[in-house]
């Protein structure tokens, strides 16, 4: 009898400690991310209440999700978040910057308050065009249907937009029920592409001097020993600043996850990591590198009204992008590696940018040849597969040695990629005069290759590089300069 009392009591203290995990470590994690992910949702996508828990948070996600109980006020604009009643986190919306993470009513009241006035912003229309008669009709709508597919019984997929553009032209689109072209959706990771385009921008304004400067960092300047002090913005363009970073979204006590649904400032968070590597010398992909950037330009920009505007008179203004949101964090800063939400189309605008070189409507707005620079491989990226925040590979392409796998889809030479968590992603074809994006809510792996529907989009359009005007078609040489 003795032993089974002591099997009784073990699973007892198991238990117990599986509860204190949770409720110390898991559940502020839970509630944060529901709050955060419901209140985009319903406030900046405009899903219903039921949709956003049921997908955007809880669908093939960690079960233990299914713990956290949430609450939406409809007339406030907010989402409270809890385990049982503790660890009790809030999402807020606001117009022009989207949802952002609060503590209490009282932080609430502090970040409604400082909702900054943003002048609105003329929309322009993309245009559409009929397919080219070279193109068969009958191939892309195969390949739309199976990306729009639901092979199994269960959804897995859960594609919500794909919008192609072929010479700058919408030529196909589709949306899943409920979306439309007028739906903000988001990027995730996509919105480091964005700040790239930013920092593009403020270079070619004469913000920034050379991307090979220190950034502007005043915690690491203080100190005349810090290292860090010498990391420059093309260090953290190329992930490769050397600052250690966990960047596994399985793991709720990660640093990516901790920095975005934690941590009162994703910058700050971010800046206070400490160095493991020399700078300049190692890629290792790392979210945190966007957020200081993001707080570089705050750095940079003198007020916080000037930075607040950023994306909007650099970006959103000069391309029509009326619509678009991204999110800060609760100091204030963007979250420059994840929370910007955009239309489908809004999303193919920023890569038609770089597929014509930086020129938009006849007006240079990235230096000559920023393209070509954040579209080259980092020297110290042994597989070439990254630029400066852009992807020169998708998934699948390669064996665990780097080496090219046998079998695997292959895509032109000459493309590139903004891609985000979720399935999100952003392909860019100049040799094609190709810009295709396809958003969704896709948390399994195997239930949509990307890298086929690339490759199979890209053989069904002709080569038509030849013929495109102000389009980059090259990615550059190796570690290639950036505009001086």
């Not at 190329?238 to 966990?246: A, E, P, Y």
């Not at 590979?393 to 695997?408: C, M």
């Amino acid at each position: 009898m003795q032993w089974i009392k002591a099997i009784f009591i073990g699973l007892i203290l198991i238990g117990l400690s599986v509860l204190a995990v949770f409720f110390i470590w898991l559940a502020p994690v839970g509630a944060a991310y529901s709050a955060k992910i419901m209140c985009s949702a319903i406030f900046v996508n405009g899903l219903p209440s039921s949709r956003a828990r049921e997908v955007d948070v809880l669908a093939d996600n960690n079960p233990l999700l299914t713990l956290i109980t949430t609450n939406v006020d409809l007339r406030n604009q907010t989402v409270s978040a809890h385990a049982f009643g503790f660890r009790k986190r809030f999402a807020i919306y606001r117009p022009n910057l989207g949802c952002t993470l609060a503590e209490d009513t009282d932080h609430i009241a502090r970040l409604r308050n400082s909702t900054p006035f943003l002048r609105p912003i003329t929309p322009q229309e993309l245009l559409t065009s009929p397919l080219p008669a070279n193109v068969d009709r009958r191939a892309l709508n195969n390949v739309l249907f199976d990306v729009m597919d639901e092979p199994g019984v269960h959804p897995e997929r859960r594609t919500r937009a794909v919008v192609i553009l072929h010479q700058g032209k919408v030529v196909a689109e589709r949306y899943a029920q409920g979306i439309t072209g007028q739906t903000p959706l988001p990027g995730w990771s996509m919105t480091k592409s964005v700040f790239n385009i930013i920092l593009g921008r403020m270079r070619h304004e004469g913000m920034i001097t050379d991307v090979y400067d220190p950034v502007l960092i005043n915690e690491w300047r203080t100190d005349a020993s810090d290292s860090r002090a010498k990391i420059n913005y093309d260090d953290l363009l190329r992930m490769r600043s050397g600052l250690k970073f966990d960047e596994s979204y399985a793991n709720p006590l990660s640093d990516v996850v901790q920095m975005l649904f934690v941590e009162p400032g994703a910058a700050g968070f971010a800046v206070s990591k400490p160095l493991e590597n020399t700078p300049g010398s190692v890629f290792s992909y790392n979210s945190g590198a966007s957020n200081i950037l993001s707080a570089a330009i705050r750095n940079l920009s003198g007020s916080r009204a000037a930075y607040m505007s950023r994306p909007t008179e650099l970006v959103f203004r000069p391309l029509g992008i009326a619509n678009a949101v991204i999110e800060t964090d609760p100091e204030g800063y963007f979250v420059a590696s994840s929370f910007m939400h955009a239309t489908a189309r809004d999303w193919a605008k920023l890569g038609q940018l770089f597929l014509q070189d930086g020129v938009w409507n006849g007006e240079r707005l990235l230096p000559e040849g920023w393209v070509g620079y954040s579209t080259s491989p980092a020297a110290e990226d042994e597989n070439g597969v990254y630029g400066a925040h852009w992807w020169l590979d998708l998934p699948g392409g390669r064996n665990e040695d780097g080496s090219t796998r046998d079998g695997a889809p292959q895509l032109p030479e000459d493309a590139f990629f903004s891609l985000g968590h979720d399935g999100q992603s952003l392909s860019v074809i100049p040799s094609k005069d190709l810009v295709v994006v396809r958003l969704g809510v896709t948390r399994k792996r195997a239930a949509f290759d990307l890298r086929k529907f690339i490759s199979d989009l890209s053989a069904i359009f002709p080569d038509t590089s030849d013929n495109a005007p102000n389009a980059d078609t090259s990615n550059g040489s190796q570690d290639a300069e950036a505009p001086s």
